[in-house]
């Protein structure tokens, strides 16, 4: 088994807690964050899109793996 075809085993949207530890700040930045797992062009590539929050700020970023 690939190691896409484990990534695959996970598709679907999940939904979790990031933590962010930022050295200037007096305590980790937590926020509810997102993950889509996303098989594309016939499971060739997995698409990983994400969403998390920083001090309040929406922030976004997807990641294709193949």
Same mark, same amino acid.
């Given at each position: 088994?690939?190691? #896409?075809?484990? #990534? ?59």
């Amino acid at each position: 088994m690939s190691p #896409l075809d484990k #990534l695959a085993k996970c598709s679907g949207n999940w939904l979790g807690t990031n933590r962010l530890h930022d050295p200037t700040a007096s305590a980790p930045d937590d926020s509810q964050s997102t993950a889509a797992v996303t098989p594309v062009l016939g499971g060739k590539f997995i698409r990983l899109d994400y969403t998390w929050a920083y001090r309040g700020d929406p922030q976004e970023g997807s990641l294709l793996f193949g």
